[in-house]
C-alpha cells in the first residue's frame, strides 16, 4: 500500500492543494494533526483536504480538538478521525492518537498527560500503522530536548507497529529513526510517500 502521510499544515492552505494533487497517486492517507492553528482555520483546511477521496486516516493535534476535528470532517466521506481507536483500510489496520503528549506549556494547547494518553492507547493492536500527533519520547522529539512521550514510546516497544508516524516538533520534520524494528517518521507538511 502506498500511502502519502503529512502533519502541521498549520493553515497553509496552498501546501494543503499540493497534497490534495498528490493524493491521487497513492492508496491512502494520514494526516498527523495540527490543520490549525492555536484553533482558527480548521475548516478552511479541512475543506481544501476533503478533496480527498482515497481513504484517509486522520488524529488531532495540539492546535485543534478532537471534537472540532470530528465536526469539521463530518461531511468527508474518505476521511476517518481516531483519536483512541482502531480502523482497517483494505484489511491493514491502522491506530491513532492525537494531542499533545505530554502537556505542552501553552494553555490554548489540546493536550493529554502521558497516563491519559496510556489508557487510549490500551487498544493499539500489534503490528498496525499508528499514526499519533506526538513522538516517541527521545526519537525525532527535539535536540536533545526528550519532549516527546514516554506512553508512546512504551506502546511502540511493545506493539511494535509495522510504521509509526508523527509530527508536532517541527524541528525534526522529515526526519526518520527506527524503534526497535518500528521505522518512525516525523512527517511535517511537505508529506512523504511511505509503502507498507
Not at 100 to 113: C, E, H, I, K, N
Not at 127 to 143: A, I, K, N, T
Given at each position: ?22 493524493s ?16 482558527r ?22 492546535n485543534?480538538?478532537e471534537?472540532?476535528l ?31 503528549v ?5 494553555d ?6 502521558d497516563?491519559?494518553?496510556?489508557a ?75 509503502e507498507?
Amino acid at each position: 500500500m502506498r500511502i502519502l502521510a503529512f502533519s502541521d499544515l498549520h493553515r497553509d492552505l496552498e501546501q494543503a492543494w499540493r497534497l490534495v494533487e498528490r493524493s491521487r497517486e497513492v492508496n491512502a492517507v494520514i494526516a498527523a494533526g495540527d490543520f490549525a492553528s492555536q484553533h482558527r482555520g480548521l475548516g478552511e483546511v479541512i475543506d481544501v483536504l476533503s478533496a480527498i477521496d482515497v481513504s484517509t486516516v486522520l488524529v488531532p493535534g495540539n492546535n485543534e480538538t478532537e471534537d472540532a476535528l470530528r465536526s469539521a470532517c463530518a461531511d468527508w466521506e474518505a476521511a476517518c478521525v481516531l483519536h483512541g481507536e482502531p480502523t482497517e483500510i483494505d484489511e491493514l489496520p491502522f491506530f491513532g492518537l492525537g494531542a499533545g503528549v505530554p502537556v505542552t506549556p501553552w494553555d490554548w494547547s489540546f493536550d493529554l498527560s502521558d497516563d491519559e494518553a496510556a489508557a487510549l492507547l490500551e487498544d493499539c493492536p500489534e503490528g498496525c500503522v499508528l499514526v499519533v500527533h506526538s513522538p516517541p519520547r527521545g526519537y525525532l522529539d527535539g535536540s536533545g530536548q526528550a519532549l516527546g512521550s514516554e506512553a508512546i514510546l512504551r506502546t511502540i516497544e511493545e506493539r511494535i507497529p509495522r510504521l509509526a508516524v508523527c509530527g508536532h516538533v517541527h524541528e525534526c520534520q522529515g526526519q526518520s529513526a527506527t524503534v526497535g524494528s518500528t521505522p518512525l517518521y516525523n512527517l511535517g507538511p511537505r508529506g512523504t510517500v511511505l509503502e507498507v
